[in-house]
C-alpha cells in the first residue's frame, strides 16, 4: 500500500485504488490534485467487509481490469452493491478492448485507456461527481416524495379519523350512544381500554353543582366506587366547585373482564369537554400504560374530543329539553301528556299480550285549604314530596305522572287488581304519615285512590280503565276521604282511616 503524507486539514474526498502499481496511483494523484485523497490496496491486501462497512465511503474506485477480472463474483458484488461509490476502469493496452455496454453491465461508470494523463483523470473524476451529485439529488428527492406520501398518507388517516368521530357523534341524541360509539372510534387512534363520562350542572345561585356520570360499564362494587370517586374529583376540579349530587348510568350495562380494571390498571387520561368557551363534562379513558401519541396525532386526538364534546352538548340539551316537554316542571315526574300517550301505548300492548293492567287515581285531600292556610310554595312543597314518594315506590316500566293541580296517575302494566290496592294503600300510607314543615309551622295531607283494573277483552274503549278509575277515587271522596277504593260493583276493597 502507497503511504501518502499529505495532510487532510480540510479532509480531502477518498478514493480507492486496488491493485494500482505505482505509476498509475501517480498519475492519478497528480491528475485530481489536492482536493482528494487517494487510498491505494495492494493486489493480495484488497478491502474486505470490514473496510466496506466503514461509515466514510469512497467516491471513486480505481479498478485496473486484470485486477477484476481475478475478483471472484461474490467479491464483485460486494463492490457492486456500494451506491454512492462510482468504480472506474483502468484498461492497459494489452487487455482485451471492452464494449461501452460490457463495462457498464460490470457495474463501472466509464473506462479510461492508459497512459493517465491529466485530462483523461480530471475527466473521469468530473463524471463520477456529477453522477454521485445527481444520485445524492435523485435519493433526496426519492427521500422527499417518500416523506410527503407519508405526510398525505397520515393526513389521510386522520381525516378518515375525525369523519368517523363526525359519523358516530352525530348518528344519535343519546349520550350513551356517543359515548359507547366514541370508545371504539378513539381507539383506533388510542389503545382505549374503558371510557368514563362525568358532566355538571352548577345549580342556580349556587356554587355546588349536580354532577351525571356514565361508565364504561358494570363493575365489581369496589371498583366502580373507585370510578365513581375518580369522576367526583374530575368534576370537583374541572368544574371548580363542590359537587351536591350525583346520578350514575352505563354505557354498556353488560359485565364484562375488562370492565373490572380500577384507574390504577393503566393510565389514566382526562379530557375536558368544552362548547361555547364553557367547561360542562370531561372524558376519563384508562389506555394502556407507556403508550405515548406523536404530536400529530394529539392535535388529531384533541380535534376529535371536540368534535365529541358538542355532539355531547347538543345531546344534554336534547335531553334536558326532552325532559321539560315529558316531565312536569314542579314534580319532575311525567306530566299528562306523556300519560296519554303511555295509557293507549299499553292498553294497545294488553289487547296484544293479554296481560294485567292496572291505574291508580290519586287526589290529595282538601288542599286547597293548604294553600290557603300556608301559602301556595307550601303547597308546591307537598306536591314536589308526592312526586318523590311516587318515584321512589314504583318500577321504571311503571308511569307516574301529574294528571293536573293535586291529582296524580300512576299506569302499572303487568299488575293485577291486588297487586294494585297493595301498591295504592302503600302510597296513601306514605303520604298520611309524612310532616310537612314550612315557617316554623307543621302539618300533614292525606289523599283519596281510585284504583281501576282489567282483564283480557274487559275493554270497549280506550278510555274505560280512566273512566272506572276517576269512579273509584269519586267513591273514596263521597266514603269519607283517607282511603283506596277499587273499581268493582261488587264488594269494592277499601281502607277507611
Known sequence: MRKQTMKRGKRPELMWGLGLDQELADCIDEGVGPGFHLRNFAPDALPQTRELDQEEKPCAVWVPWSVWLKLPEHRRQEYRAQENTQRILIQEPHDE???????????????????LT????????????????????????TEEILLERELLARKTDQLMFLNRIL?????????????????????????????HAVFWTRQRDSEVADVEMFLNGKTAPETESQWVEYLLAAAAEKGGGPVNGFTVMHTDPARRPE????????????????????????????????????????????????????????????????????????????????FDERLVYEIKRRRRYNHDLSLLMVDLDHFKQVNDTYGHKAG??????????????????????????????????????????????????????????????????????GVASVEAGALTRDDDLLVKADKALYKAKHNGRNMVVISKPDEPMSATQ
Open 380 to 449: 308546591d312543597m307537598v306536591l314536589r314530596k308526592v312526586g318523590e314518594i311516587l318515584t321512589e315506590t314504583f318500577r321504571t316500566t311503571d308511569l307516574a305522572a301529574r294528571y293536573g293541580g293535586e291529582e296524580f296517575v300512576v299506569l302499572l302494566p303487568h299488575t293485577s287488581e291486588e297487586a294494585a290496592w297493595k301498591l295504592a294503600e302503600r302510597i296513601r300510607e306514605s303520604i298520611q304519615s309524612s310532616v310537612f314543615r314550612f315557617d316554623g309551622q307543621e302539618f300533614s295531607v292525606t289523599a283519596s285512590i
Open 97 to 115: 478492448p471492452q464494449e461501452m455496454e460490457a463495462v457498464l453491465a460490470e457495474g463501472f461508470l466509464t473506462v479510461v485507456r492508459t497512459p
Open 259 to 338: 370492565f373490572s380494571l380500577a384507574p390504577a390498571e393503566g393510565k389514566v387520561v382526562t379530557m375536558p369537554l368544552t362548547a361555547a368557551h364553557e367547561t360542562f363534562g370531561a372524558l376519563v379513558l384508562l389506555c394502556e400504560p407507556d403508550y405515548r401519541l406523536g404530536r400529530d396525532q394529539v392535535e388529531t386526538f384533541r380535534s376529535a374530543v371536540n368534535h365529541l364534546g358538542l355532539a355531547l352538548r347538543n345531546a344534554l340539551t336534547f335531553k334536558e329539553v326532552k325532559m321539560r316537554a315529558d316531565r312536569d316542571g314542579l314534580t319532575r315526574i311525567y306530566n299528562r301528556h306523556s
Open 118 to 141: 491529466r485530462p483523461k483523470v480530471q475527466d473521469a473524476v468530473f463524471r463520477a461527481r456529477e453522477v454521485t451529485s445527481m444520485y445524492s439529488d435523485i435519493y433526496r428527492m
Open 167 to 195: 359519523a358516530s357523534a352525530t348518528e344519535s341524541l343519546d349520550p350513551a350512544t356517543i359515548l359507547l360509539n366514541a370508545k371504539d372510534t378513539l381507539g383506533l387512534v388510542l389503545p382505549v381500554r374503558l371510557l
